[in-house]
């Protein structure tokens, strides 16, 4: 009942932003980027539903552009470390010897740092901005996808399928791809579902910083660091991209967990 009601809450919660991300790639009620100085830090109201910034421009037009940017740029970071992860981990975990050692040892090294301060050190390397965000972060999250798949083929090669599979004479690109690759799937859906969310948490701290989409194109990140020096004279500056950020990852922690209990048979056992 319990995982129910989290696919349910979770779905709901996660389209309702890629709803949003959509709908604002589009169309917004105000230009996000136009200057009304005779109508800033306007409170929320009837025609600035979710009030104005300090350069007048309308917050809620500015949120779902924002949620366009953060989610992209989530979706762009998840699809890149799931798919160099998946080719990267499925040959670690099929190769001997040195090659599987080597893999391993630097996927380790990768490990040992936090994400965020490796994708905080990599952005210094490739640069800020939309595409440093996507890279950095991408390579922050592809030792925790290699380990998944790694593990998972691993313990997948030995089964009788599979070696049913060479002994008849499919050649082992065959075999990884028609017999092992599906046992990755389960996992690979329910990280990348938990990626999602870190994603968009990684990338509205770094856009904070100042390291990811430059102003003024708005981010739920760069939209609460500009709101900082206005938070007693207008808290919806800070409240509004924090609820979207904090709905983002309750959203995808629910799909994550509900897909989990449904994917894991481990999980399903209990």
Not at 106 to 131: C, E, Y
Not at 220 to 242: D, I, K, T
Request: one cysteine or more; proline letters at 6%; aromatic letters at 6%.
């Amino acid at each position: 009942m319990m995982n129910k009601a989290n696919l349910i809450a979770g779905g709901a919660l996660t389209g309702l932003l890629l709803t949003a991300a959509i709908i604002g790639a589009f169309w917004t009620p105000y230009d996000p980027l136009r200057l009304d100085m005779l109508n800033r830090l306007g409170p929320p109201s009837p025609v600035h539903w979710l009030g104005t910034d300090e350069f007048g421009r309308d917050v809620l037009s500015r949120l779902m552009t924002g949620a366009t940017a953060s989610l992209s740029i989530a979706a762009v970071t998840v699809a890149l470390a799931i798919t160099a992860g998946t080719i990267i981990g499925m040959l670690a975990g099929s190769a001997r010897g040195w090659t599987a050692r080597g893999i391993s040892a630097v996927s380790d090294a990768l490990l040992a740092f936090p994400g965020i301060l490796l994708a905080l050190t990599l952005i210094v390397i490739v640069g800020a901005g939309r595409n440093g965000i996507v890279i950095a972060l991408a390579i922050a999250y592809l030792p925790g996808v290699m380990r998944v798949v790694r593990s998972t083929v691993l313990s997948a090669r030995e089964k009788e399928y599979v070696e049913a599979s060479r002994v008849i004479g499919n050649s082992e690109l065959y075999t990884m791809l028609a017999h092992i690759l599906p046992n990755c799937l389960a996992p690979i859906t329910v990280l990348g579902t938990s990626m999602f969310g870190w994603a968009i948490l990684s990338e509205s701290a770094l856009s904070f910083l100042g390291l990811g989409v430059p102003p003024p194109a708005p981010t739920w990140g760069n939209m609460l660091a500009s709101s900082q020096p206005f938070f007693e004279q207008a808290l919806w500056l800070s409240l509004a991209p924090g609820i979207c950020i904090s709905i983002a990852l309750l959203g995808t922690n629910l799909l994550g967990d509900a897909l989990r209990d449904r994917l894991d048979p481990r999980m399903a056992a209990i």
